[in-house]
């Protein structure tokens, strides 16, 4: 079946620093990646998606990158602020599926 | 903004009893989902709906779990006889378009605790 895994249960980093959060998949087959943040107590929440016809994507202080030849997805957070303190999901699909396979998630901290 | 509302928001139930978890989805969405997360692990799909049926379930929506849209807003998940297991957070999802593509929303999720 599917996988979709984290390299990193836990990162922290200083207010205004970059952060970098992975994502490795094993499904060859998967053409959508999303991340999502959640906050805690809350539901996920959308942060950015890409298709596998692209390497890049940047949103709002997000970008996410995609390898697909090593299978790997990255979210890069820009600036990162107090608020950005979450767990952060990779979730994959392919075209035809009608759900989402989710990461186990990271945790970041960001310190003040 | 709208968004996806959960009741309630906690349930303590003992085993083998009946729980019924409710959701109301964004009002002009038409896909609707439940995944599920046990506490500290990733989120599970558990089942996706549209169109009044089931389109899509897991290994885990098995015979003790179903879903039902009663009326043109609430879209519910019923677990028949719960087990110690089936303890998580319930997390129900709309989306407007089908497929993958496109934002899905989550709403903030019912925690169920199975004594």
């Known amino acids: 079946g599917e996988s979709v895994g984290l390299h990193l249960p836990t990162l922290s980093v200083q207010e205004g620093d970059n952060s970098i959060i992975n994502c490795a998949y094993s499904?060859?087959?998967?053409?959508?990646f999303i991340w999502y943040k959640q906050e805690s107590g809350k539901g996920p929440q959308f942060i950015i998606d890409?298709?596998?016809?692209?390497d890049k994507r940047q949103g709002q202080r997000v970008t996410v990158l995609l390898n697909k030849t090593v299978k790997h997805l990255s979210l890069q957070i820009a600036a990162t602020q107090p608020g950005d303190s979450a767990v952060y999901f990779c979730a994959e699909s392919r075209t035809g599926a009608n759900n989402l396979f989710f990461g186990t998630g990271t945790r970041l901290t960001v310190i003040p | 903004e709208p968004e996806v509302t959960q009741t309630p928001s906690h349930q303590v139930t003992q085993m083998g009893q009946e729980v019924i978890l409710r959701c109301v989805p964004i009002s002009n969405h038409l896909y609707f989902y439940w995944y599920r997360q046990i506490l500290g692990q990733k989120v599970e799909f558990l089942v996706s709906f549209y169109n009044n049926e089931i389109s899509e379930k897991s290994e885990i929506f098995d015979d003790q779990f179903s879903v039902e849209r009663p009326d043109g807003s609430n879209f519910t998940l019923k677990i028949r006889s719960t087990k110690l297991e089936d303890s998580a957070m319930y997390f129900c999802?709309?989306?407007?378009?089908?497929?993958?593509?496109?934002?899905?929303?989550f709403g903030e999720g019912s925690r169920l605790t199975v004594l």
């Open positions: 999802a709309s989306r407007k378009t089908g497929g993958v593509t496109g934002e899905l929303f």
């Open positions: 499904n060859s087959a998967s053409d959508y």
């Open positions: 890409i298709r596998s016809n692209m």
